[in-house]
């Protein structure tokens, strides 16, 4: 019976929210963290302001063999903080995990409660996260996942906070119709029982998109899932300060779209040709039919930031924004394919390597 259920919740993308069981459960927040000196003071500051009783939050940091002072700088910011938390210096790998997942397979085993909240360490959450993700964990849901957005001054922060919203958004239509997309590891709750279901980190193959692989896993046993999309659970994320390091961050992000169901990769694959097709409209016909169509991409494109911006309680984008957009993705995407033509194979990683 319980199998049943799951697996009519996992046909459910969306769901109102439940009843939190008694006043609040104990929740333990798992943090992966490798060379963040920079970034845990806002990460950890977030968590020491959620809006939730600290005896009733567990914070555990992994500290993958840093190199700079990631552990002293965790340490001190979480100093005094009423609820229990832990620095765990992470000396060993556990079954197949590597990197984050093998990081985040140490503090589970550590971890206390029933519910996993998971974070990273460049992101910021909002006062109400832990509550509202709660809310969603009704019976026989294994995964919820929360929105992330990217905040930054200049323009290559600007356009990749675009690129996040109309991202997500179009996840968000697809989680909302019944079809399981994908999760975010750096906003995500997942329970013991459907992490536990699964075997864990160790037990899993390696990916370097370690979040979907374990979103996948739970899905196979029959939980269901949340893809939220509310201001309540709305995560804030730096973004890529330079060109070199946005094409390493979306070359791992691929190897995860390879892994997704075959239609939701052709509908990618239609948006990221969908200049080409452009072209070859206007060679075979006329270049007027050829920049309608383009127009039409910008105006849906802008229609949907529209939406997707309201319902995350975001500003408006500013219409000039999307032009601009249109550019990026031409660019972004052609770097990517002469990377994986041209480029070495694996992914790099925290200076690390990966095939």
């Avoid at 990217?150 to 991202?167: F, I, K, Y």
Wanted: hydrophobic share 50%.
């Amino acid at each position: 019976m319980a199998y049943a259920t799951g697996r009519l919740a996992s046909r459910r993308g969306a769901a109102s929210p439940v009843a939190l069981p008694g006043p609040g459960p104990r929740v333990s927040i798992l943090v992966a963290a490798r060379n963040e000196e920079a970034n845990l003071p806002r990460c950890l500051a977030s968590l020491r302001a959620l809006d939730y009783p600290a005896e009733k939050l567990e914070i555990l940091v992994g500290d993958d063999a840093s190199t700079d002072r990631t552990r002293a700088v965790a340490e001190a910011a979480l100093a005094g903080f009423a609820g229990f938390w832990r620095v765990i210096a992470i000396e060993s790998n556990l079954g197949q995990a590597r990197g984050k997942a093998n990081v985040l397979a140490h503090l589970a085993r550590r971890a206390t409660a029933d519910y996993f909240l998971i974070t990273d360490a460049d992101i910021t959450v909002p006062p109400t996260w832990v509550p509202a993700m709660l809310r969603h964990a009704a019976p026989g849901v294994g995964t919820v996942t929360g929105l992330t957005v990217t905040v930054g001054a200049g323009w290559l922060a600007r356009l990749q906070g675009l690129d996040w919203l109309l991202s997500l958004a179009l996840i968000q239509v697809g989680t909302e119709a019944g079809q399981p997309m994908t999760a975010m590891g750096n906003n995500m709750l997942i329970t013991r029982a459907a992490y536990l279901a699964t075997g864990g980190y160790e037990a899993l193959p390696f990916s370097v998109t370690e979040d979907f692989a374990l979103f996948e896993a739970v899905n196979a046993r029959g939980f269901g899932f949340r893809q939220l999309f509310e201001p309540a659970v709305r995560a804030t994320s730096r973004p890529i300060a330079s060109w070199a390091g946005l094409v390493k961050q979306r070359l791992r992000w691929l190897r995860g779209v390879a892994a997704l169901p075959w239609h939701v990769q052709a509908g990618l694959i239609f948006f990221s040709g969908y200049w080409l097709a452009a072209l070859g409209l206007g060679l075979a016909s006329n270049w007027g039919w050829a920049l309608a169509a383009l127009a039409a991409k910008v105006a849906s494109h802008y229609a949907l930031a529209v939406v997707a911006s309201r319902r995350a309680g975001l500003p408006r984008p500013a219409w000039w924004l999307l032009p601009a957009f249109e550019l990026y993705s031409l660019a972004l995407t052609t770097h990517l394919t002469l990377s994986r033509l041209l480029g070495r194979r694996g992914v790099e990683w925290k200076g690390r390597h990966y095939h």
